[in-house]
């Protein structure tokens, strides 16, 4: 917030220097050159050419007006597309665990060319538009200061001027036409000073890399059965503070709860499970194949994840969900939010699975927020869906029913839930102690013990 504060201030000093600049540096001195330059043309008395000298500073004035507004209009559109951007890749930077997760950069891609094609047609309309406002202005004045000249060289061929008074002709169309260039520039300046002078952000391309959609395909490693063996890990949290090493086996078919001191390590044991971390020590094995050996896109195929805290895109509820799996079907969708017991509140808002979610979802409460992210990992269908804290806004009646809904029916699907509260303990059919320990004379920093 205190960034955007000072952003915000720059901003409107901006703003403030482009009016200043534009009034002492160009108006005030061209009007005043105007002023005396119509007065100075007064005494020739060529009442035709101060006619057609003031009708094409009317119509200029006229149309410079106009066309000042429309190009602050598109100018407007381009600076809301660029902070619509700049938007966009905050809740990248802010969701970007997540998307890791789910493995879905193509949807992020996807997205963010829609959204890049429609800022570059704003960026063409408003070129366009702009050239031909000065095609306009370029051929006017060449326009009057033909008529004018020619009027003054028949008039001198004819003997009704001297060579002299063609001169001074020449001289103060030049005097006058000119500077409206200038003026009408500087009033477009501010034009688009007021249509929003805001920060320009830099658009970056995420390099490519290997992980995608396109080498991505859900469904390939899973197998009947999961299991995950902890084999003596430990992580070595630097400043004499470690973990002892942890040793269990996590079967499939059931739902164990990870349970422990705040601080004892039960979400650095989540992200050695995830691939974030590395073990310090000993080995994570999933199906008896060590973890290192999985790529990126064959780990996050297996597990889905929903992290302590709840990372939203502030677009509609349905993008939120289909990140995790963008072909699903609208009956997926469907049970996927009827197990996260979000259906009434889907029937309940006007806009339905549209409603947009707001900045990091603030339009919604703690518990819908969680029930979004745990309805998104229930759609991918993961083997393995490891929940930490993720139901900690709920209140006991519904998280009992959520957590219900989520049980592992198979032994090819198993829940792991890091949690402090006594419903989601009660409703596990194991649980791993986490038990905090320092130094490196730390024993038994972990065990499973009967539901």
Same mark, same amino acid.
Request: charged share 20%; with cysteine; proline share 3%.
């Given at each position: 917030?205190?960034?955007?504060?000072?952003?915000?201030?720059?901003?409107?000093?901006?703003?403030?220097?482009?009016?200043?600049?534009?009034?002492?540096?160009?108006?005030?001195?061209?009007?005043?050159?105007?002023?005396? &330059?119509?007065?100075?043309?007064?005494?020739? =008395?060529?009442?035709?050419? +101060?006619?057609? *000298?003031?009708?094409?500073?009317?119509?200029?004035?006229?149309?410079?007006?106009?066309?000042?507004?429309?190009?602050?209009?598109?100018?407007?559109?381009?600076?809301?597309?660029?902070?619509?951007?700049?938007?966009?890749?905050?809740?990248?930077?802010?969701?970007?665990?997540?998307?890791?997760?789910?493995?879905?950069? =193509?949807?992020?891609?996807?997205?963010?060319?829609?959204?890049?094609?429609?800022?570059?047609?704003?960026?063409?309309?408003?070129?366009?538009?702009?050239?031909?406002?000065?095609?306009?202005?370029?051929?006017?004045?060449?326009?009057?200061?033909?008529?004018?000249?020619?009027?003054?060289?028949?008039?001198?061929?004819?003997?009704?001027?001297?060579?002299?008074?063609?001169?001074?002709?020449?001289?103060?169309?030049?005097?006058?036409?000119?500077?409206?260039?200038?003026?009408?520039?500087?009033?477009?300046?501010?034009?688009? &000073?007021?249509?929003?002078?805001?920060?320009?952000?830099?658009?970056?391309?995420?390099?490519?890399?290997?992980?995608?959609?396109?080498?991505?395909?859900?469904?390939?490693? =899973?197998?009947?059965?999961?299991? *995950?063996?902890?084999?003596?890990?430990?992580?070595?949290?630097?400043?004499?503070?470690?973990?002892?090493?942890?040793? &269990?086996?996590?079967?499939?078919?059931?739902?164990? /709860?990870?349970?422990?001191?705040?601080?004892?390590?039960?979400?650095?044991?989540?992200?050695?499970?995830?691939?974030?971390?590395?073990?310090?020590?000993?080995? +994570?094995?999933?199906?008896?194949?060590?973890?290192?050996?999985?790529?990126?896109?064959?780990?996050?195929?297996?597990?889905?994840?929903?992290?302590?805290?709840?990372?939203?895109?502030?677009?509609?509820?349905?993008?939120?969900?289909?990140?995790?799996?963008?072909?699903?079907?609208?009956?997926?969708?469907?049970?996927?939010?009827?197990?996260?017991?979000?259906?009434?509140?889907?029937?309940?808002?006007?806009?339905?699975?549209?409603?947009?979610?707001?900045?990091?979802?603030?339009?919604?409460?703690?518990?819908? @927020?969680?029930?979004?992210?745990?309805?998104?990992?229930?759609?991918?269908?993961?083997?393995?869906?490891?929940?930490?804290?993720?139901?900690?806004?709920?209140?006991?009646?519904?998280?009992? @029913?959520?957590?219900?809904?989520?049980?592992?029916?198979?032994?090819?699907?198993?829940?792991?839930?890091?949690?402090?509260? /006594?419903?989601?303990?009660?409703?596990?059919?194991?649980?791993?102690?986490?038990?905090?320990?320092?130094?490196?004379?730390?024993?038994?920093?972990?065990?499973?013990?009967?539901?």
């Amino acid at each position: 917030m205190r960034g955007r504060a000072n952003d915000a201030r720059k901003s409107a000093k901006r703003l403030l220097l482009s009016y200043v600049q534009s009034v002492v540096q160009t108006i005030i001195p061209v009007t005043a050159h105007l002023v005396g &330059a119509f007065f100075v043309l007064g005494y020739s =008395k060529d009442w035709l050419i +101060i006619s057609l *000298i003031s009708i094409y500073a009317i119509g200029y004035l006229m149309y410079s007006a106009n066309a000042t507004k429309i190009v602050a209009a598109l100018y407007k559109k381009i600076v809301v597309a660029l902070m619509g951007n700049s938007r966009f890749f905050g809740d990248v930077a802010s969701n970007a665990i997540v998307l890791r997760v789910f493995n879905n950069w =193509k949807l992020i891609e996807d997205k963010y060319t829609h959204q890049h094609a429609a800022l570059r047609s704003q960026w063409l309309i408003f070129s366009l538009r702009s050239a031909k406002i000065d095609l306009v202005r370029i051929t006017s004045f060449i326009v009057i200061l033909a008529v004018c000249l020619g009027k003054t060289i028949f008039d001198v061929k004819n003997g009704r001027s001297s060579v002299g008074h063609f001169v001074m002709i020449n001289a103060y169309v030049m005097q006058i036409c000119a500077p409206f260039d200038g003026l009408a520039r500087s009033l477009g300046s501010m034009a688009e &000073a007021m249509g929003g002078l805001a920060p320009f952000f830099t658009i970056f391309n995420r390099p490519s890399t290997s992980r995608g959609l396109d080498s991505f395909q859900p469904g390939t490693l =899973k197998t009947d059965r999961i299991d *995950i063996s902890l084999k003596g890990i430990s992580f070595d949290y630097g400043e004499a503070r470690g973990r002892a090493p942890i040793t &269990a086996d996590l079967k499939g078919g059931t739902m164990t /709860a990870i349970v422990g001191s705040t601080g004892a390590g039960k979400s650095t044991i989540a992200r050695m499970i995830l691939g974030l971390a590395q073990p310090s020590t000993g080995s +994570i094995l999933i199906n008896d194949r060590d973890i290192s050996t999985y790529s990126e896109d064959e780990l996050y195929s297996l597990v889905a994840f929903v992290p302590q805290e709840t990372y939203l895109f502030n677009d509609t509820i349905e993008f939120n969900i289909r990140i995790a799996k963008p072909d699903a079907t609208n009956d997926q969708i469907l049970a996927a939010l009827g197990r996260a017991e979000l259906i009434e509140l889907i029937e309940r808002l006007p806009d339905g699975l549209q409603t947009k979610v707001g900045d990091r979802g603030l339009m919604l409460s703690g518990g819908e @927020r969680q029930r979004i992210a745990i309805a998104r990992a229930l759609l991918r269908d993961s083997a393995i869906l490891l929940l930490d804290e993720a139901t900690s806004a709920l209140d006991e009646a519904t998280e009992e @029913r959520v957590l219900r809904a989520i049980k592992p029916t198979s032994s090819g699907r198993m829940v792991l839930a890091i949690a402090h509260r /006594a419903t989601a303990i009660s409703k596990a059919d194991a649980i791993l102690r986490v038990v905090a320990s320092e130094g490196s004379n730390a024993k038994d920093g972990m065990s499973a013990i009967p539901a």
